[in-house]
């Protein structure tokens, strides 16, 4: 079990949760502090769900880079500069050997068994994505072996057509979908989200 862990590595890609900072769709509806709470509730809810299990290697891939001192669970990794594509090109380059699944924060309903399914599926198959109702996608896992491309290169980033020119961009690629999802984006996703659940 230890060496299968060291193998798979987990990533939540996460902004610092600051008050005014992230999430300015979320904010226009809930208001800045209404952000605020989502966001340390969402990193709350998947440090809890996701950060123990002994099946895979959690990291953190953190915005800004420093400080760290808000990572509770997991081994911090600098997103660094650049658009989407570029930031996940570095997280993914920078793991050590073994498959990759990298979730965002705004999903706090990500499960164990969401995360299991979707190293499963990397077996079989060099890539794995959970379609999000927005056209993007919640997480997307990669193989990670030689000659295997990384499809972040020309990828419309948080529009209708990420999915689409992900999967455009692995080619003939075997690749796999989990269930969609919605990402919390703004004040209906929000309720949605945490029906029948409520911020603390």
Same mark, same amino acid.
């Given at each position: 079990?230890?060496?299968?862990?060291?193998?798979?590595?987990?990533? #939540?890609?996460?902004?610092?949760?600051?008050? +005014?900072?992230?999430?300015?769709?979320?904010?226009?509806?809930? %208001?800045?502090?209404?952000?605020?709470?989502?966001?340390?509730?969402a990193l709350d809810r998947l440090?809890?769900?996701?950060?123990?299990?002994?099946?895979?290697?959690?990291?953190?891939?953190?915005?800004?880079?420093?400080?760290?001192?808000?990572?509770?669970? +997991?081994?911090?990794?600098?997103?660094?500069?650049?658009?989407?594509?570029?930031?996940?090109?570095?997280?993914?380059?920078?793991?050590?050997?073994?498959?990759?699944v990298i979730i965002g924060a /705004?999903?706090?309903?990500?499960?164990?068994? /969401? #995360?299991?399914?979707?190293?499963?599926?990397? %077996?079989?198959?060099?890539?794995?994505? %959970?379609?999000?109702?927005?056209? +993007?996608?919640?997480? #997307?896992?990669?193989?990670? *072996?030689?000659?295997?491309?990384?499809?972040?290169? +020309?990828?419309?980033?948080?529009?209708?057509?990420?999915?689409?020119?992900?999967?455009?961009?692995?080619?003939?690629?075997?690749?796999?979908?989990?269930?969609?999802?919605? /990402?919390?984006?703004?004040?209906?996703?929000? *309720?949605?989200?945490?029906?029948?659940?409520?911020?603390?």
């Amino acid at each position: 079990m230890g060496a299968d862990r060291a193998r798979r590595h987990l990533v #939540i890609f996460a902004r610092q949760p600051r008050l +005014g900072v992230g999430k300015r769709r979320l904010a226009t509806d809930v %208001g800045d502090l209404g952000a605020l709470r989502f966001s340390r509730y969402a990193l709350d809810r998947l440090w809890r769900e996701l950060g123990v299990d002994p099946r895979w290697t959690l990291w953190v891939a953190t915005s800004p880079d420093r400080p760290h001192d808000w990572v509770r669970l +997991g081994r911090p990794l600098p997103q660094g500069p650049g658009d989407l594509g570029r930031r996940l090109r570095r997280v993914v380059c920078r793991l050590p050997p073994g498959p990759a699944v990298i979730i965002g924060a /705004d999903t706090p309903g990500v499960t164990r068994t /969401d #995360i299991a399914r979707a190293f499963a599926a990397l %077996g079989p198959k060099a890539a794995v994505l %959970g379609p999000a109702v927005d056209g +993007g996608y919640w997480l #997307i896992g990669l193989r990670r *072996r030689p000659r295997e491309p990384l499809p972040f290169a +020309g990828v419309r980033w948080s529009s209708v057509h990420t999915l689409d020119d992900t999967l455009q961009a692995l080619g003939d690629a075997p690749r796999a979908l989990l269930q969609v999802r919605e /990402d919390v984006d703004d004040g209906a996703a929000l *309720r949605r989200a945490l029906r029948p659940r409520r911020l603390r």
